[in-house]
């Protein structure tokens, strides 16, 4: 069975606090994502990932940052938490290949800055 | 900038009756799109999805989608309602670079 697994489902953190958040996948696949989802705005990508040590920039990454040194873990960090980062962390994975690609996702992480 | 765009925020219906739920999309060339549905608690979970070919898709729970480029849709469509079908549904494409771009998300109510 096909597995992401997100490190915590629920996080509190303080303002100012640095902030990790790991993905990690066990189907070899190249791309990985981080998304935050918020109510009324759907699934908004911060970073994106096609290779190890490759990142691209998403919709909304202000204030974030992202490493993956190893193909099967992505990880999201955030420098100094703040409570407008606030929301539900979604991270996937899926084949660099069109035909057969379907992002599977991880439970997610609702991370409360307070 | 190109996107999918779910005009409906929240839908209602009897459990038995019909379903359709929208989605735009705005790009040039053929989009790759899917459905991802999240049950409450849950994560997403692909219902299905369109790159090519036939425009009328199949995918799990019963649950189909045409793809109409005059119109730039792939709207999807249900023929009878479950109460376990109250979800939020999301439409997505990936784009050139892989990456997969989602709309606001549409959310399902079921009336017993």
């Known amino acids: 069975d096909v597995k992401v697994t997100q490190s915590s489902r629920y996080l509190v953190k303080r303002t100012g606090e640095k902030v990790f958040l790991e993905c990690v996948q066990d189907?070899?696949?190249?791309?990985m994502f981080w998304y935050r989802q918020d109510p009324g705005l759907g699934l908004r990508l911060i970073y994106f990932s096609y290779d190890v040590k490759m990142k691209e920039k998403g919709d909304i990454p202000e204030g974030y940052s992202v490493s993956r040194e190893k193909k099967e873990r992505f990880s999201l960090i955030l420098e100094s938490a703040s409570t407008n980062q606030t929301s539900m962390y979604l991270c996937?994975?899926?084949?660099?290949?069109?035909?057969?690609?379907?992002?599977?996702f991880g439970q997610g992480t609702r991370l409360t800055v307070v | 900038a190109q996107s999918v765009t779910q005009p409906d925020i929240h839908i209602t219906v009897s459990e038995g009756a019909s379903l359709e739920l929208r989605c735009n999309y705005s790009?040039?060339?053929?989009?790759?799109l899917f459905w991802y549905v999240q049950s409450p608690g849950q994560g997403l979970q692909l219902l299905l999805k369109y790159f090519s070919g036939d425009t009328l898709v199949q995918g799990i729970k019963g649950f189909e989608a045409e793809f109409k480029r005059s119109q730039s849709s792939f709207n999807l469509r249900k023929p009878s309602v479950h109460w376990s079908d109250a979800a939020e549904y999301f439409c997505?494409?990936?784009?050139?670079?892989?990456?997969?771009?989602f709309g606001s998300g549409t959310r399902l109510l079921v009336r017993p």
């Open positions: 996937a994975s899926s084949l660099l290949d069109r035909l057969y690609t379907e992002a599977f």
């Open positions: 189907m070899d696949h190249e791309n």
């Open positions: 790009y040039g060339a053929t989009p790759y």
């Open positions: 997505a494409w990936m784009d050139s670079s892989y990456k997969l771009i």
